[in-house]
Each structure stands twice: as C-alpha cells, then as structure tokens.
T-cell receptor, first 114, second 111 residues
Framework: ETGVTQTPRHLVMGMTNKKSLKCEQH?????MYWYKQSAKKPLELMFV???????ENNSVPSRFSPECPNSSHLFLHLHTLQPEDSALYLC?????????????FGSGTRLTVV | GENVEQHPSTLSVQEGDSAVIKCTYS??????FPWYKQELGKRPQLIID?????GEKKDQRIAVTLNKTAKHFSLHITETQPEDSAVYFC??????????FGPGTRLSVLP
C-alpha cells in the first residue's frame, strides 16, 4: 500500500442511486484531489482540497459533491449520475498544494452507471 | 492555461530495445515535470521527475530530458523488459498550480 486507500474498488449504480466514494491517506499530506480517468483521455482534475478547504472546482456538474471532513479523508458523493460518468475515479494526495514531490495516487474506484 | 501533448499514443518495442516518449507543454512558467506509470488495473505511480533547473535526470534504466527553450521533455527507457509494459503519463506544473497531464502512451514490450 502506498498510503492512499480508496473504497470501494468497483461500484455499479443506477442513475437514480446515491452513493459515496471514500479516500483515506496516512501520509500526513495536506492536499487531496479527485481525478476522473476515462478511456483515451487525459486525467481530468475535478476537485482540490488544501488543509481541508476546497480550493478548486473544475466546472464539475453538481451531481458530484466532494467532502473533506479532515486532512486524512476525502469523499465524493454521487447522485443522479449519467452513463457518461462511468470512469475510473482516482484520489491523490500531496505534501502540500505545491506538490513539489508529485502526487501519490490511490488505486481508484471503477464506477459504472447503468 | 497549460496544455500538454504526448506522443506517441501507443508504442511497441522488442524486449531489450529502447523506448522514448515525448511531451510538449505550452506554459513557459511550468517548472516541474513528473512521469507516472500505470499498469493495467493499478494506480498511477511516480517513476521519475525533473525540475526546470536541470536538463537531464537518470535513475537506472529510466532517464528524463528537458528542453526548456523548445518546451518539451522526454522519457527514455533503455533495455526494456516486459514489466515495463504500461501506460505512461507526463505532466507539467508550476508550483502551486495544478498538474496538467498528457493523454498517456501505452507501451508494449514484446518478448
């Protein structure tokens, strides 16, 4: 384990469901990120939290709602998703917002919206 | 904003040969360039990075070169092995701003 744990690993949900993705890091990092990874596309930044404050929201639809209750935990709440939201959702963390040593990624949650 | 292009999108090499992946970036203020390797079904992992104050960095069979004037940087893998097969992502950032990732290169090392 690299210190960033994501659960669940796989999730299948209907368009009317509500579910949450969880990310936990034990690295003492102060910044956490949500990325969306779709086939043949660059990693898309969704949200950035630094010291538990949301510092960036990249025009993500409101059906995705992040939550960062403390510096070790990050959630992504999902509701009324669309099939095109099916993707691998990756959580990452870095020592600080400057990320001078890069990101540490979790293994991701493979989401399928049916 | 920053834009990162990456080529080729797929690359097949014979085991033992070298592989080179090239990325270009648009923002001359970018000063940190990491490379990530993502094996099938696994997380992206940082394999090497370079900062704008150096032109080349090596770590065993992996090297990265940076040309700030031309705004491009490349990953070089020598003596490739089957376990090098993965998707490789480059990224560019200016400290304090977000990483912008390239679209990835799928490397296949053929036995």
């Amino acid at each position: 384990e690299t210190g960033v744990t994501q659960t669940p690993r796989h999730l299948v949900m209907g368009m009317t469901n509500k579910k949450s993705l969880k990310c936990e890091q034990h690295l003492g990092h102060n910044a956490m990120y949500w990325y969306k990874q779709s086939a043949k596309k660059p990693l898309e930044l969704m949200f950035v939290y630094s010291l538990e404050e949301r510092v960036e929201n990249n025009s993500v639809p409101s059906r995705f709602s992040p939550e960062c209750p403390n510096s070790s935990h990050l959630f992504l709440h999902l509701h009324t998703l669309q099939p095109e939201d099916s993707a691998l959702y990756l959580c990452a963390s870095s020592q600080s917002r400057q990320a001078i040593h890069g990101y540490t990624f979790g293994s991701g949650t493979r989401l399928t919206v049916v | 904003g920053e834009n990162v292009e990456q080529h080729p999108s797929t690359l097949s090499v014979q085991e033992g040969d070298s592989a080179v992946i090239k990325c270009t970036y648009s923002d001359s203020a970018s000063n940190y360039f990491p490379w990530y390797k993502q094996e099938l079904g696994k997380r992206p992992q940082l394999i090497i990075d370079i900062r704008s104050n150096v032109g080349e960095k090596k770590d065993q069979r992996i090297a990265v070169t940076l040309n700030k004037t031309a705004k491009h940087f490349s990953l070089h893998i020598t003596e490739t092995q089957p376990e090098d097969s993965a998707v490789y992502f480059c990224a560019a950032s200016n400290y304090g701003q977000n990483f912008v990732f390239g679209p990835g290169t799928r490397l296949s090392v053929l036995p």
